[in-house]
């Protein structure tokens, strides 16, 4: 399976846009990438998957360089609301299920 | 379109007890996992069923975890007997067979703490 590396934490301010890179090195062929965000006291919920390129839905945008080491996804203007914990997930196939440690991200007003 | 439901959503005991959580999927989900999470940490798989068949069960120590789909719906699982280091969250989560993308659904979790 890849191993993912992402930042531990990071800061930011409403109305700004953070972008988070997840480092994947030994990504599959026919691995995907997805992302999920995790509120205290809740389980962790989809955001968004992509295989290459980019990738945009309601919430977020993901995108993959063409040799897919790496990812990010983007959170365009942020509010308090998105403060969470946000994993990286990589394969196998579209099936993921090995979470890391995540990024912790604090959204200050 | 109800959620993923889990109970008990806390439970407290001590060590050597046992203890049985239960899982409701979504309805028509063929697949569903179980998640240990400890604080601080990302979820881990514990077991996956596709109905009422293992796919996984890699992680689970099953000397003192064991988890059951007796119908293909409806999940337990249990610990016997609880150590210390079991104390986590519980994750449940359930995705339909044939979903493009494999999403995963998670239920709120049951809260463990091991005295």
């Known amino acids: 399976l890849a191993k993912t590396t992402q930042p531990i934490s990071m800061d930011s301010y409403e109305g700004q846009e953070v972008n988070i890179t997840c480092s994947h090195n030994n990504i599959a062929t026919n691995d995907y990438i997805t992302w999920y965000q995790q509120f205290p006291s809740q389980g962790p919920r989809f955001i968004i998957q992509?295989?290459?390129t980019k990738v945009t839905n309601e919430v977020a945008s993901l995108f993959i360089p063409a040799d897919r080491k790496s990812s990010t996804l983007s959170l365009p203007r942020v509010s308090l609301s998105d403060t969470a914990v946000y994993y990286c997930l990589v394969g196998p196939g579209r099936r993921a299920l090995t979470f890391g440690s995540g990024t912790r991200l604090q959204v200050q007003p | 379109e109800a959620g993923v439901a889990q109970s008990p959503r806390y439970k407290i005991i001590e060590k050597r007890q046992s203890v049985a959580f239960w899982c409701n999927p979504i309805?028509?989900?063929?697949?569903l996992y179980w998640y240990q999470q400890i604080l601080g940490q990302g979820p881990k798989l514990l077991i996956q069923?596709?109905?009422?068949?293992?796919?996984?069960d890699s992680q689970l120590p099953k000397d003192r975890f064991s988890a059951e789909r007796l119908k293909g719906v409806d999940s337990t699982l249990k610990i016997q007997p609880a150590k210390l280091e079991d104390s986590a969250v519980y994750l449940c989560?359930?995705?339909?067979?044939?979903?493009?993308?494999?999403?995963?659904?998670f239920g709120p979790g049951t809260r463990l703490l091991v005295l």
């Open positions: 309805s028509g989900h063929a697949t």
């Open positions: 992509g295989y290459k």
């Open positions: 069923f596709q109905n009422n068949g293992v796919v996984d």
């Open positions: 989560a359930s995705s339909f067979f044939g979903d493009s993308q494999e999403t995963q659904y």
